[in-house]
């Protein structure tokens, strides 16, 4: 490989991110389906690379949880479990209660205003599911962003990627669009009153009910 000299460019993205940004990219749209075994030597042929980059990329998935390896058996698309998804909830609910809490008591009233317009795209998007689903993430992850603690956000980011390979996401069950709208109504008004115990309970009931919602009715 040669020398780097102070006037070599170097490259914005390394192949194997690129790799991995696309691989991400297809398991997120369900291109590649939960529980699936991901064919490498076709991911090669279909990408035009060697199998250098795309393992390097399969370890970047793993990491972040997307990917299982599986020894000897090779890589297959992560499947998440019903305790699986029950811990996600779990984790999400008190980094998320606790973020909204914070936000209430210390927000500006810029970001309460934005908060509020961030919410009524969410009233705009019903009845339409992945108008809901989009706004909705855009909500939880700007609270976030407002919150500011940085280790909250990736953790955050990753339990949402994962929760994006749940069969049985809890916005899927009839009626539970409205429901979550309803909820999100009421966070706001804690938030827009600044009240951050109200916020920190009413976020936790959220994702019970999320939970909830993820398991069959009997």
């Not at 779990?90 to 909204?100: I, K, R, T, V, Y």
């Not at 934005?114 to 019903?126: F, T």
């Amino acid at each position: 490989m040669p020398a780097l000299t102070a006037d070599a460019p170097l490259a914005s993205t390394a192949l194997y991110e690129q790799v991995a940004d696309r691989l991400r990219q297809r398991i997120l749209a369900r291109e590649l389906e939960p529980g699936s075994w991901i064919d490498e030597l076709k991911l090669c042929g279909e990408l035009g690379i060697s199998r250098t980059p795309l393992r390097e990329a399969l370890k970047v998935l793993a990491a972040e949880g997307l990917v299982t390896m599986k020894l000897r058996r090779g890589a297959y698309v992560t499947e998440m479990s019903e305790r699986d998804v029950a811990e996600a909830y779990q984790l999400l609910s008190l980094l998320e209660s606790d973020a909204a809490a914070i936000v209430a008591s210390q927000a500006s009233d810029d970001d309460l205003a934005e908060l509020r317009a961030l919410h009524q795209a969410l009233e705009d998007a019903l009845p339409d599911r992945d108008r809901f689903f989009a706004a909705n993430e855009r909500f939880h992850l700007r609270l976030l962003e407002m919150d500011g603690n940085r280790w909250r956000q990736q953790i955050v980011g990753d339990l949402r990627r994962l929760m994006k390979l749940n069969r049985h996401h809890s916005l899927f069950r009839e009626g539970r669009l409205s429901e979550s709208l309803d909820e999100h109504r009421a966070m706001l008004a804690a938030l827009l009153r600044r009240d951050g115990d109200g916020a920190r309970a009413l976020m936790a009931a959220h994702f019970r009910n999320g939970l909830a919602a993820t398991r069959p009715v009997s």
